[in-house]
């Protein structure tokens, strides 16, 4: 049985650091890749990063230079951990986040979501 666990998270002040992980375990199909998405009350759901599975990784504009993603793999055992380092926050960065686990064709599992709050 699939399970996504998400841990990190918490409140900082501005500039400071929080990571986030995102836990993929018990899959029988083919792992595809995990990526980070945020909501805030009022806007769209918006990605953040993510780590492809050609191992290529990517980030939004606006967390560029701040945001590291790394990956742990397994390849013996169905499981992958994805971290979100999340370096100079600011408050424009408080929301949930949540991962997203993509197996083939297209099946996805979200995590249960960290909030993420920074004050200025």
């Known amino acids: 049985q699939v399970q996504v666990a998400q841990s990190g998270g918490g409140s900082v002040q501005a500039g400071g650091s929080l990571r986030l992980a995102c836990t993929a375990s018990?899959?029988?199909?083919?792992?595809?890749?995990i990526s980070w998405y945020r909501h805030t009350p009022g806007k769209e759901r918006e990605f953040v990063s993510g780590?492809?599975?050609?191992?290529?990784?990517?980030?939004?504009?606006s967390v560029k230079g701040r945001f590291a993603v790394s990956q742990d793999s397994s390849q013996h055992v169905s499981r992958n951990t994805q971290y979100l380092q999340m370096n100079t926050l600011k408050p424009e960065d408080t929301a949930m986040y949540y991962c997203?686990?993509?197996?083939?064709?297209?099946?996805?599992?979200w995590g249960q979501g960290s909030q993420v709050t920074v004050s200025s």
């Open positions: 018990g899959y029988t199909w083919c792992f595809v890749e």
């Open positions: 780590i492809d599975n050609d191992g290529r990784s990517s980030y939004a504009d």
């Open positions: 997203k686990v993509r197996f083939c064709q297209n099946r996805d599992y």
